[in-house]
């Protein structure tokens, strides 16, 4: 057991950390330095990031989510119940990010990739990345609270 869960708890770090690491620079760097482009380059940069940010990111989002669900698992099933609450909490942050992700940035980014791909710009793309930009904060500490949740259970162990 002691294996399949360090796997598991592991592997949920390692995705995990992508996404967090992704919403992290978001928050430091391209908040600020979208900040500064005219409407159109900001309709066309962030629309073609999450054209394919889209595509790609669920899978280490997914990935990490299913691994914490497993290492929780493991943890009660084997009787460790501080690595199974810790790796508990792990899948309640990400559980609340998904839900923030899926209300408020996904309708975004969707509408910002659909105006790209038609080569328009939309007039309410300031106040679309307004919007985006007023949780990635929030997304960056859920994102952290699984992080250090998730190593504390796999020290647990």
């Known amino acids: 057991m002691e294996v399949l869960f360090q796997s598991a708890i592991g592997i949920s770090i390692l995705t995990t950390?992508?996404?967090?690491?992704?919403?992290?620079?978001?928050?430091?760097?391209?908040?600020?330095?979208?900040?500064r482009l005219d409407d159109r380059a900001l309709a066309?940069?962030?629309?073609?990031?999450?054209?394919?940010?889209?595509?790609?990111?669920?899978?280490?989002?997914a990935a990490g989510v299913f691994a914490a669900v497993v290492a929780t698992g493991i943890a009660f099933l084997d009787g460790r119940a501080a690595a199974g609450f810790l790796a508990a909490l792990?899948?309640?942050?990400?559980?609340?990010?998904?839900?923030?992700?899926?209300?408020?940035?996904?309708?975004?980014?969707?509408?910002?990739?659909?105006?790209?791909?038609?080569?328009?710009?939309?007039?309410?793309?300031?106040?679309?990345?307004?919007?985006?930009?007023?949780?990635?904060?929030?997304r960056v500490i859920l994102q952290g609270i699984a992080l250090v949740a998730l190593f504390l259970a796999a020290l647990s162990m």
């Open 44 to 61: 066309a940069v962030t629309g073609r990031i999450h054209e394919v940010a889209d595509k790609r990111m669920p899978i280490p989002g």
């Open 90 to 138: 792990a899948v309640a942050a990400l559980a609340v990010w998904l839900g923030i992700y899926a209300r408020i940035s996904a309708p975004v980014n969707k509408e910002l990739t659909a105006a790209v791909i038609a080569d328009r710009v939309p007039a309410d793309v300031r106040e679309m990345q307004r919007t985006w930009d007023s949780v990635i904060v929030v």
């Open 17 to 35: 950390a992508v996404v967090y690491g992704t919403d992290f620079f978001c928050a430091l760097v391209l908040r600020s330095a979208f900040a």
